[in-house]
């Protein structure tokens, strides 16, 4: 099962997957995600947005226990971050198989559609537009960086983009939500264990600043004559970093797009991502109103108009106690409970569904990296604490 | 003549050129080229490496006046910077034609391919290869952003890449080369002169910096464990002005690439591109090893690997004396005299062929942008310019 969604949009470059949503590699693995449904005779549907959902039991029966994660990815993510939820969950259901279990509520697992915003910008695209988190009108606007927008790109990949939007019918019939994710810090790796579960999700958000300058000639202007976008742009770099240290964040720009982006002319406009997330929403509002401040107090140095828009942010998430201690008694109560700064869709789901979430070890903490790995019988550990739990939820 | 050429690879939203060497672009400019030199019954050839070459007279008769520039932009470069030296030529042509003054030496206008180097990142590929400055072996290796190599692109343009390389004997036909070239900076807008000529062009080069980190996740690995390539890239950034301001030289961080580019990945690989400048070597250098040293300095904190590879460069050039006073002469004696930091044909020229520049003010000093502009009396004035000092060189 593992082996044939391996090479499944892998760059034969860097080793990373670029499984980018409604792609030929995200079509591919929707396929394969269908083929593993119905060679198991589980119930395949695909919702209004695209999710696709593999059903034992009746779907509209209610109270129904659902798992599963996503299949997108980062550019030259790694093989883990989505792709282990759904496959430990196709496993997890033969392991209750193999119990001879016998589900007394609807099991079902879910694929959500691109949860990474790799494509268009927005995470958990998928999740958010069941949840009512995100307006047909809003994603029909999201364009992807060679113009083609979701809707067409839905098309193109054999979807329809009509009829996407708030699914709470659906919702309304899951009991609970429980996605297994690799790890994607050292946490688990450095106390010891195999498998956590989450407490909550860090408030997180993306803000694009841009930096308009004025494009000259690099080998004759003088100095004191230029607009020089990067200048202003490599400070905001510096000054991100700092305001994370000081306020024990996170800060990270790791997107930049220059015009002309030519290496004899100094730029005209400089564009950064800035990726900021924080255990809480007032130290997260101080780093990065600190970032902010740095951009403009150097932009003004540099003769450069500064402006920053916020494109997405998440509020913090509190997973549900009840589930969440439910869950930690099925493992045997000695599961370490810890916080993260990913996101996920379990963290949208939560604001509807009761919702919790298992981590599987990442010994190296890498992620989003061709890097990332996770030692098989850690795995294996998630595989069969996914059972536990499924079971202790849904089985008699 | 200008209006013709005016609307060719300008982009309707930038108002910007794009035209790189052997794009469709650049093929509209060499027809235009083509029919000026047609409609004005001036003999058209092609040389080896590309170039194309406009003769009034006997092109095999030797001692040959030329004059002439390139049609090639930057990404969204100016109008001027280029053409208005090669329309110039043209309209110069016309002037001595009204003045029914008789050449007693071969005239010729010339357009040499690839001067901006914009496509495959160097800069004056047809001069060099004429000059033996390039070799053709080199040459080929060059490969556009998107993997196109300079002899696929010469043939999907029509030409034929067999025969680049050294041009000894056309050079040698060459009795003086003048290129007429809008200033770059604010020179002659200071002093309020219309025209000046060129003393030399300072030494310059391109270095390309590789910033070798480790992606991860934004969002969950904590500062003390990344390897964030983006850091010693905008601490680089920085060092590069302050450098450059030290040592009253050029510096400037214009081009980025970086992988994989996500919003929520940390870098694996920054690559950025130095133009650096100087009045002299030792500046040069001294600026160049400056920035190199804090690049690995700061490398070394951020656990970064730091490569520095020089892509060109192209020593001090000093115009000979002898033909820049016998020009100077020819415009009465009172022309304004100066450095420039930019590279052109004419520099490269200048190891095989005596060589002068003539510049023309430009009153914003701006450049390598749309915004690049000079006024019409100047033009024109550069136009009489060069009728005068082609008048004096080559006819009786």
Redesign the interface.
Known sequence: MWTELLPIGRSSV?G?YRRHAWTGADVDCRAWFEAQARSRGLGFEVDRNGNQWAWLGDPTAGDAVVTGSHLDS????GAF?GPLGVVSSFAALDELHARKAQPTRPLAIVNFGDE???RF?L?CVGSRLAAGQLTPEKARELVDADGVGLPQAMENAGYDPGAIGPDPERLARIGAFVELHV????SLDLTGDAIGIASSI?P?G?WRFDFHG??????????E?RR?P??S???T??AA?RE??LAGA?A?????S???????????LVRG?L?S?AADQETLDRVVAGIEQAAYERGARDGIDVRVTRESFTPVVEFEHALRDEVAKLLGGVVPVLP????HDAGILSASVPTAMLFVRNPT???????ETAAEEDCLAGVTALADVLEGLACS
Chains 1, 2 share one sequence.
């Open positions: 860097s990373g980062v550019p030259d993510g971050d990474e915003g790799a910008g995470a790890e994607q810090g050292r860090w997180h993306r004025e494009a000259n000639h690099a080998g004759t202007t003088r100095l004559d020089d990067m200048l742009y490599a400070d770099v510096l970093r994370a240290r996170l990270t720009f790791g997107k930049v220059v015009e002309p982006n030519g290496v004899n002319a100094i730029a005209s991502w990726d997330r993260t700064g990913a996101g903490g890498v992620s989003h990296s061709p890097a």
